[in-house]
C-alpha cells in the first residue's frame, strides 16, 4: 500500500482514495476524500491520535488506517496538499462538463464523439452570428425605408412554417430515428447547412426573399428535431450505468460552452468580413466545409452495438461468407454507410458485376450487397396488402409452412424455375430479379422473433440467386415434393432458408453475444400492423 507520510511515517493531511469494488478494467471506481482529523490530546498534553509519539504529528485514526493497509479494498492516490489549484480546477471542469464515474461510466466511443461534436458545434454558432446579420440586413435592419410591420410578418411566416416542417418530419421520420441515428445525425447537420445557405442567399434574391427565408426555416426546424431525436438515442447507448440523465445535463453544458465560445468568435468574425461580401462568403464556406467534415468524424467514431437493418444484414453477410467470421462492433462501424442508400443504382450494380452467390462475396461489396437485400424485405406488411397484390394462394402456403412460429414470409413469385435434371447455366447467364419478401408478423410477436423474421427473410434471398445457376438435383429434391421435377427458385430457397434458421440461427445468435453486440437491443423499424391466426397453430 503506497500512502503519502512523512518522514516519521505519519500521514499527511487530506488525502483523495479510491475505492475499487471488483477487478479487471471494468471495475468500479469511487474517488474518496479523507480529512484529516482535528488533534486531541490527553491529560498531560500528548496527541493521543499519535499513541504519543512523532513529534505531535497528526495520524489518521486507527480505524481508517487498517482499512487503509488493505490494498485490495483501497488505495491513496494522491495528497490533497500536493493537487494544488490545478488539480482543483481539473476536478470542477470534470464536475461540470464530463458525466460522474467518466471514463468508466460512458462507452469507448463517447469522447471522440463528444470532441468532434464540440468542434461542429462551434463552426455552426460562428455561422450562425454571420447568417443572421445578413438576414437582418435582408429583413431591412439599419434601412430608414424599412417597415416594422413587413418585418414582423415575415418574421412570422418563417417561424410558422419552420414549426409546421418540423412537426411533418416528425410524423413522417420519426420512427426510423432509434434505427438509424448516424445517418440522421449527418443528415441534420447537411439539412442545417442548407438553411444556412439559404439565409445567405435570400437578400440576394429579392423577389424570392420569403419564399428561401421559410425554406432556410424549414431546414432548421428539421435539424432541430432530427438531432434532438438521435441525441436522445445516442445518449442511450453512452450510458454503461443507466446514467443518461447525467450525460445529457453535461452535453447541454458542453453545448452551451461551444455557444458562448461561437457567439464571440462570431461577432469577431462578423466584424472583420461585415463590409466585404466575398469574405463573407469565403469565411461561410470554409467553415461549412469544416462543419461537415467534423460532423462525419463524429458519427464515423460512434460505435453502436445495437442491431439496425444494416448492421444485421453486414453481420450475416459475414457469418455466412468464407470463414464463418463474427465481425466486431468497430469493423461493422466502418462499414455501416452515412449516406442515404440507392437501392436501384446497388440493385443495378449487382445485377452487371454480381455473377456469383450473394453469400461468400468480398468485403469491399458487402454494403452494396445488404442493401441491395435489404430493399426487398417488407416487416409488418398489411394482409390486405397482400391480397391487393393477388397473393392469397401464396399467404395461404406461407400458413401451412409458418403456422408454428410468429411470422409468415410471403414472397412474390417470379417466372424462375429449377428443373431436377437441368445442368448449371453458364456464369454469365443475368442474375434473376430478386422477388420481394413480406413478414407478417403475430400480434403476440417479441423483438426477438421480428429479429428471426428479418433473419430468415435474408437467408431466403441470399439463396435466390444461387438457385438460379447451381441447380444439383440432390439440393432441389430437399425443397420437398418435386412432382413433375420442376421446383420453383423460392421453393428451393424457402427449404435451405429453413435447415439454417433450424440448425444454424441459435449458434449466430450466440456468437453475436459473445462478440459483444447487443442481440436484445433490435431496432428494426418494422410496420405496425400485425396479424393473428389460430393459437391451436401455435406452440
Not at 481508517?64 to 488505495?75: F, K, Q, Y
Request: proline content about 5%; charged content about 15%.
Amino acid at each position: 500500500m503506497a500512502s503519502s507520510k512523512t518522514r516519521d511515517g505519519s500521514l499527511i493531511g487530506d488525502v483523495l482514495i479510491e475505492e475499487v469494488f471488483g477487478r479487471g478494467p471494468n471495475a468500479a471506481r469511487t474517488a474518496v476524500w479523507v480529512e484529516e482529523p482535528p488533534a486531541s490530546t490527553d491529560g498531560n498534553g500528548a496527541n493521543a491520535a499519535s499513541g504519543g509519539g512523532g513529534g505531535g504529528k497528526r495520524r489518521l485514526p486507527a480505524a481508517l488506517a487498517g482499512i487503509m493497509e488493505a490494498p485490495s479494498s483501497i488505495r491513496v492516490l494522491k495528497s490533497a496538499r500536493g493537487s494544488g489549484s490545478l488539480g482543483s480546477l481539473v476536478r470542477t471542469l470534470r464536475g461540470a462538463f464530463l458525466p460522474e464515474g467518466y471514463p468508466e461510466s460512458v462507452t469507448d466511443d463517447y469522447l471522440a464523439f463528444q470532441t468532434w461534436d464540440t468542434l461542429q458545434g462551434l463552426s455552426t454558432y460562428i455561422r450562425s452570428m454571420l447568417s443572421t446579420q445578413v438576414l437582418l440586413a435582408g429583413l431591412g435592419v439599419g434601412r430608414a425605408s424599412a417597415s416594422a410591420i413587413s418585418a414582423t410578418f415575415q418574421w412570422f411566416v418563417r417561424d410558422f412554417t419552420g414549426m409546421l416542417g418540423g412537426i411533418l418530419f416528425a410524423m413522417y421520420k420519426g420512427s426510423n430515428l432509434d434505427s438509424n441515428a448516424k445517418q440522421w445525425r449527418l443528415a441534420a447537420d447537411v439539412i442545417n447547412d442548407v438553411g444556412m445557405l439559404l439565409d445567405l442567399l435570400s437578400p440576394l434574391v429579392p423577389s424570392a426573399f420569403l419564399p428561401l427565408l421559410c425554406l432556410g426555416s424549414i431546414s432548421r426546424a428539421i435539424t432541430g428535431t432530427a438531432s434532438g431525436a438521435t441525441r436522445a438515442a445516442l445518449t442511450q447507448h453512452f450510458a454503461k450505468r443507466q446514467n443518461a440523465a447525467d450525460i445529457s445535463a453535461k452535453e447541454g453544458s458542453q453545448e452551451t460552452a461551444a455557444t458562448m465560445v461561437g457567439m464571440l468568435v462570431g461577432m469577431l468574425v462578423g466584424g472583420m468580413v461585415a463590409d466585404s461580401v466575398l469574405l463573407l462568403w469565403a469565411a461561410f464556406l470554409l467553415l461549412t466545409a469544416f462543419h461537415v467534415y467534423a460532423n462525419y468524424r463524429a458519427v464515423r467514431s460512434l460505435c453502436l452495438t445495437s442491431l439496425n437493418r444494416e448492421r444485421a444484414a453486414l453481420l450475416l453477410l459475414a457469418y455466412r461468407g468464407e470463414g464463418k467470421q463474427v465481425l466486431s462492433p468497430p469493423v461493422v462501424s466502418n462499414q455501416e454507410r452515412l449516406i442515404p442508400s440507392l437501392p436501384q443504382f446497388f440493385s443495378h450494380h449487382m445485377q452487371q458485376h454480381g455473377s456469383r452467390c450473394i453469400h461468400g462475396r468480398p468485403h469491399t461489396l458487402m454494403s452494396p450487397q445488404a442493401h441491395r437485400l435489404m430493399a426487398h424485405i417488407h416487416l409488418g406488411t398489411r394482409l390486405s396488402d397482400l391480397h391487393a397484390k393477388k397473393l392469397d394462394l401464396s399467404v395461404r402456403q406461407a400458413l401451412r409452412r409458418y403456422a408454428k412460429g410468429r411470422y409468415l414470409l410471403v414472397l412474390t413469385p417470379s417466372k424462375a424455375t429449377v428443373l431436377q435434371s437441368q445442368s448449371p447455366p453458364p456464369s454469365s447467364t443475368p442474375l434473376p430479379l430478386l422477388p420481394h419478401v413480406y413478414a407478417i408478423i403475430h400480434r403476440g410477436a417479441s423483438h426477438a422473433d421480428v429479429l428471426r423474421a428479418y433473419i430468415h427473410a435474408l437467408i431466403t434471398l441470399q439463396e435466390i440467386p444461387c438457385e438460379a445457376r447451381n441447380t444439383g438435383g440432390s439440393d432441389a429434391g430437399s425443397a420437398g415434393s418435386v412432382g413433375s421435377g420442376r421446383l420453383s427458385v423460392e421453393e428451393v430457397a424457402e427449404a435451405r432458408a429453413a435447415a439454417w434458421m433450424a440448425s444454424e440461427y441459435p449458434r449466430f445468435l450466440d456468437e453475436l453475444s459473445a462478440a459483444h453486440w447487443a442481440i436484445s437491443v433490435v431496432q428494426l423499424s418494422p410496420g405496425e400492423w400485425r396479424a393473428d391466426w389460430p393459437q391451436t397453430a401455435m406452440e
